[in-house]
């Protein structure tokens, strides 16, 4: 999460659903994995990218498909549970108010 | 820092009569003195230009965000500030942001299901989004240096 994606009351900014080019939101499932397993990973993700991990913004699959958009899995070696939130149109409004709802299911929690 | 804003005043000049120019300084000149007054929000306007030019060192290189975003580029901070600087004294000011397309977001939020969205791109197009209770509204603007009426509607509708 980048640090002006976090709202001063600890809700998500919808900046951080907005796709990037190619369409593919990257996330990561929590399936079959521990909380502390779920840090791990972000940190990992975090030093292979060179950016310093705040958090996360927890959002429940049915919570994307609620809204048309959908997931598939998009495994990585240092990532097994990455996957994509796809479906995404290409215009920039209908973005936007999608990466809307999303904010507002999204809860958001700050690295331990 | 507000100084390096101000260069782009020059760059952009061009185009249009000299008695053009005149007519939209003196409107500008006009504007700054007006926002410079305590009454009519001085600071929240300064407020926001910093948070402007901290979001252009923050995100003004491609990948900022760990995920190959595209750099926010000085053009898009140029029309991110006139769009600001567009608003009638005294109206509410928004906090900053960046998309992974290097857009630069202007956000009046009150709560999750009262908030407005603008993404200012560097052709001077406003995608904006606000959530009204369980009304959606979304779509385009040009600016042409005048805020649309449609999106001042939409902060109104926030605020109130």
């Known amino acids: 999460m980048f640090q002006n994606w976090i709202r001063s009351d600890g809700t998500v900014r919808p900046d951080a659903f907005i796709p990037p080019k190619d369409l593919q939101l990257s996330t990561t499932r929590h399936i079959r994995l521990s909380e502390s397993a779920i840090w791990e990973v972000g940190g990992v993700v975090a030093a292979i990218r ?7 913004a927890d959002v429940a699959v049915q919570n994307v498909i609620s809204i048309g958009l959908s997931a598939q899995a998009a495994p990585l070696p240092e990532n097994p549970n990455h996957a994509h939130v796809i479906g995404w149109p290409a215009n920039k409004p209908s973005q936007k108010i999608l990466a809307q709802q999303l904010a507002v299911m999204a809860a958001y929690h700050p690295k331990p | 820092m507000i100084l390096e804003l101000s260069s782009y005043a020059v760059i952009s000049s061009g185009g249009g009569s000299d008695a053009a120019h005149f007519v939209d300084r003196k409107a ?19 407020e ?26 000085d053009k898009t901070v140029w029309s991110a500030y006139r769009f600001l600087e567009a608003f009638p004294p005294g109206f509410p000011i928004p906090t900053v942001g960046a ?5 630069i977001t202007l956000e009046w939020y009150r ?10 791109s560097p052709d001077y197009n406003l995608h904006y989004s606000a959530l ?29």
């Open chain 2, 111 to 120: 709560s999750l299901h009262r908030t407005v969205s603008v993404s200012v």
């Open chain 1, 50 to 56: 060179s950016v310093r991990l705040l958090g996360r």
């Open chain 2, 132 to 160: 009204l209770g369980p009304n959606k509204h979304y779509g385009t603007e040009a600016f042409f240096g005048e805020v649309p009426a449609s999106i001042l509607d939409l902060i109104r509708r926030v605020q109130s």
């Open chain 2, 48 to 73: 926001a230009l910093k948070d402007l030019v901290s979001i252009k060192e923050q995100c003004g290189v491609a990948g900022w965000d760990g995920y190959g975003a595209e750099p926010v580029r």
């Open chain 2, 28 to 46: 500008r000149e006009a504007k700054h003195a007006l926002r410079g007054t305590h009454t009519f929000g001085r600071h929240a306007f300064y």
């Open chain 2, 99 to 103: 998309e992974p397309d290097g857009d």
